[in-house]
């Protein structure tokens, strides 16, 4: 994505976002401090490196990157109350203020575990579960972004030995 696509995507946020305040997108803009060149760089930096803060999937695409409101009951200034986040978890989040977006991400991290502990891929009448020593480390430690990627590596071993 060239640096005239990262402005366009800077652009379209501040546009959605003044949206939801009832300023002018120039009034928005001077109030809490939302300046294109510096989103359009935090957003391009924050894809490159790669995974989402709250859910810890990858970026699916840089469309992916999207700029969150920490605390919707509060002014949206740029400095002290966004963050970048993927699509998935802004449109989740939705106006939920941090405590109970919080508590949620929690809910599902423990669930987590019970999902990815067995991966699998269907096949014809064939459903693969991934137990491995590397699986259960991963969810341990807790990155969760590694593990279906791992099980896949495994699945694929597993089924060039049969
Ligand atoms: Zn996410």
Known sequence: MSEFDWRRKARDSVRSHSLRSRLSIHDFRLRYGWKYDEIAVGMR?????????????????????TVDVLDPNREPFYKTNTKFCCMSCNSAKRNLPPMEWEKRLNDKSRQLPLFVVRPFIPRPRQIMPV??????RL??????????????????RRLMEQ
Request: with cysteine.
């Open 139 to 156: 969810i341990q430690m807790g990155r969760t972004a590694e593990i279906m990627r791992a099980a896949r590596r495994i699945i694929r």
């Open 45 to 65: 930096a924050e894809y490159e490196t790669g995974q989402c803060p709250y859910c810890h999937d990858p970026y699916k695409s840089p469309e992916d990157v």
């Open 131 to 136: 137990n491995s020593p590397q699986i259960d």
